[in-house]
């Protein structure tokens, strides 16, 4: 069993908000609690408003404003002596990296929340740092090394029943059995995360294992137009929350399940509009992955084969800057289907450095 859908990033006077509540409503109301908590309350106050005011940022895809609040939610617990508060702030902050495109920032960061919250005694942040640093090595295509900690988290939900991360490890478990060639198991996860999130009325989890659903009904069984509704009743959930980050990969999966059944023209347009919105939004990965989708329909409405090659070539050296591990073979899987000659290795693949400062808030 578990319960409804919980947001534990809102905290002290913002409780009361919804996991499901729109992010400009979020946003104005952590905005006038924190003038508040400045004038009457306390620091641990202060930074729980803070910390809600990076989410809904971070979310927004106002990465700026969001990079600015959780340092000052962090610099603010720590003035506290609130090792719990300055985890929580540590998680935002590390989930921002993470959608930044900033791969070894963001696992210091987790780590470091995940230290804090176990030092003070709030198990429900140290389950949210681990999981981002199982999503952060999920991403990266380090799947041997995350998928049992997926699992282990999976199990932990479901003891205490937190809807929420049963959701996310399903999703996350899916995508790494999708990525493998397991399209059965993969479906089936999709397909109970999105029952869960319903049950649960976790509207944005809902529609994010949508967007796995729409993508196996696409891959596995060739059905477009089902493929194509489910992303739009997932689309009409993340317009209604205001989710920019997720209706931008929702777009750029429109993008592939058009891209699959050969309607190459929607396909770009989808990707250009995808891309557009990601650029937005500073979230480097989707905007590398939708260019992805670019290249190929490009290809396949007539672009020279000489320009596909060095397009690839450019978009793996973007790819690798951000920290996918699996870079080399996304390109070189584009190749073969477009028919173009192997890249060669020019041995350049690294994982970039972005600096290390002992307290996390103090960097500019």
């Known amino acids: 069993m578990y319960g409804k859908a919980f947001a534990p990033e809102y905290q002290g006077t913002l409780e009361s908000l919804s996991v499901n509540s729109s992010l400009a409503d979020v946003l104005a109301r952590a905005t006038e609690q924190l003038r508040t908590a ?37 610099r603010t617990a720590r003035g506290a002596g609130d090792a719990g508060a300055m985890a929580w702030a540590a998680w935002s902050g590390g989930t921002l990296a993470r959608q930044r495109g900033a791969m070894p920032l963001a ?48 199990a932990e939900a479901r003891e205490r029943g937190e809807s929420r991360h049963m959701v996310w490890a399903l999703e996350g478990l899916a995508q790494m059995r999708r990525n493998t060639g397991a399209h059965d198991s993969a479906l089936a996860m999709f397909e109970e995360a999105a029952a869960i999130a319903e049950a649960a009325d976790d509207r944005r989890g809902r529609a994010w294992a949508l967007r796995g659903v729409a993508d196996l009904v696409s891959l596995r069984d060739g059905d477009t137009e089902r493929a194509l509704a489910l992303l739009s009743e997932a689309a009409g959930l993340c317009r209604a929350m205001n989710l920019a980050s997720a209706l931008a990969y929702n777009h750029k999966m429109r993008g592939n399940v058009l891209y ?42 007539g672009r020279e084969p000489g320009r596909t090659s060095a397009d690839l070539d450019e978009l793996r050296n973007a790819l690798e800057a951000i920290g996918l591990r699996h870079a080399r073979r996304l390109t070189d899987d584009a190749r073969r289907e477009l028919g173009l000659a192997p890249a060669a290795d020019d041995g350049t693949a690294r994982e970039p450095e972005d600096g290390n400062p002992a307290d996390p808030a103090v960097a500019a």
């Open 260 to 301: 699959r059944a050969r309607r190459y023209s929607e396909a770009r347009a989808m990707y250009e509009r995808a891309r557009s919105e990601f650029l937005a939004i500073g979230e480097p990965r989707g905007e590398a992955l939708a260019r992805l989708g670019l290249v190929k329909s490009h290809s396949r409405l």
């Open 107 to 154: 696992r210091r960061l987790l780590a470091l929340s995940a230290e804090l919250a176990q030092r003070g005694g709030d198990l429900l942040a140290r389950g949210y740092a681990l999981a981002g640093l199982a999503e952060t090595g999920r991403i990266q295509g380090d799947y041997e090394a995350v998928d049992a900690l997926h699992e282990q988290l999976l």
């Open 38 to 74: 400045e004038r009457e309350g306390t620091r641990q106050d202060a930074a729980r408003c803070r910390l809600a005011v990076a989410e809904a940022h971070r979310r927004l895809g106002n990465t700026g404003e969001a990079d600015r609040a959780w340092k000052a939610s962090y």
